[in-house]
């Protein structure tokens, strides 16, 4: 069983920056693709940024060129930094480990999920 942990929420000013970690346990951490995940208020859960192996990454539209997620694979922990925040960013923020290898933006093909960290943007 593969722990997920997420930590780094917080309350920000519009056009701030906050960095989310999230820790997985497991030998094979290094293998695993991660992704990040939102859930606003009364919205479904979304997709936001995932990282490969190797490094290669992907992200939704509307966080391009604000959110870069990264990854340590000797700390067994992956990042997404977060700049020029807006309200529309607020939700929970969820961490997820997938045992696929490749990018995976489909929350059905993530197999561990954190339990989440609350990310409010204020106007």
């Known amino acids: 069983q593969v722990q997920v942990v997420e930590s780094g929420g917080g309350l920000v000013q519009t056009g701030g920056s906050l960095r989310l970690s999230c820790t997985a346990s497991?030998?094979?951490?290094?293998?695993?693709?991660m992704g990040w995940f939102r859930r606003a208020p009364g919205k479904e859960r979304e997709f936001v940024a995932t990282?490969?192996?190797?490094?290669?990454?992907d992200y939704a539209d509307s966080v391009k060129g604000r959110f870069t997620t990264s990854r340590d694979n000797a700390r067994n922990t992956v990042y997404l930094q977060m700049n020029s925040l807006k309200p529309e960013d607020t939700a929970v923020y969820y961490c997820?480990?997938?045992?696929?290898?490749?990018?995976?933006?489909?929350?059905?093909?993530?197999?561990?999920w954190g339990q989440g960290t609350q990310v409010t943007v204020s106007s």
């Open positions: 997820a480990a997938s045992l696929q290898t490749r990018l995976v933006i489909a929350q059905s093909d993530y197999n561990y």
């Open positions: 497991g030998r094979a951490f290094s293998f695993y693709s």
């Open positions: 990282i490969r192996w190797n490094g290669n990454t």
